[in-house]
């Protein structure tokens, strides 16, 4: 997954805010097959479920299924034709997802080799805002980051101060 470069500064920042608003006693549904960062999550203390690797846009059972407390999404959403029906089908209360945020200045990531990576959405945070809204969700903290990366051109030096990655914990609203 993470043969040539290692994301040591969004897992920095994932695990900072993950911590912020989540205890270790409080059992985890991430979203999205064993990965480095589940790993990291339960080396750090939380008790972690993940799905297992079906296409969740068709088949939410490990969701819906799931007695976990929270719900975790790190750049899952991006991934999804129809992020809506996932969201309104988790029974936790609690919430944390990050996406990609979409630049102006550079094309939506599409792969053209693996059909599970490829973004169906790259949002801007408004709009994970809405959606997670229309869902039945209430956003209580947000935070926002940059990526910047070691090549020279325009491009990179907008990624240097443009946030990249953003990140939300919401709890679910009465009425979902």
């Known amino acids: ?16 805010f993950l911590e912020k608003h989540i205890s270790t006693n409080q059992s985890i549904l991430d979203l999205g097959v064993p990965n480095p960062f589940s790993k ?4 750090n203390g939380y008790a972690v479920e993940n799905t297992n690797g079906e296409d969740i846009d068709v088949d939410f059972s490990n969701i819906t299924t799931s007695n976990a407390e929270v719900v975790t999404a790190f750049e899952i959403f991006e991934h999804l034709l ?18 990609p945020l979409r630049l102006w200045f550079s ?14 959405h790259e949002f801007e945070d408004w709009q994970f805002d809405w959606l997670l809204e229309k869902a039945g969700w209430q ?10 990366v070691k090549k020279i051109g325009i491009r990179p030096l907008l990624r240097s101060f443009t946030p990249r990655y953003y990140i939300v914990y919401a709890e679910k609203t009465k009425q979902a």
């Open 82 to 99: 129809n992020p809506l029906t996932i969201l309104k089908e988790i029974k936790a209360n609690k919430l944390v997802a990050s996406i």
């Open 40 to 43: 990291i999550m339960e080396e």
């Open 139 to 148: 956003i209580k903290d947000r935070a926002k980051w940059t990526n910047p």
């Open 1 to 16: 997954m993470y043969e040539k470069t290692f994301p040591s500064k969004r897992f920095k920042h994932t695990l900072t």
């Open 107 to 120: 094309p939506a990531y599409q792969s053209k080799t693996d059909p599970w990576d490829r973004h169906y």
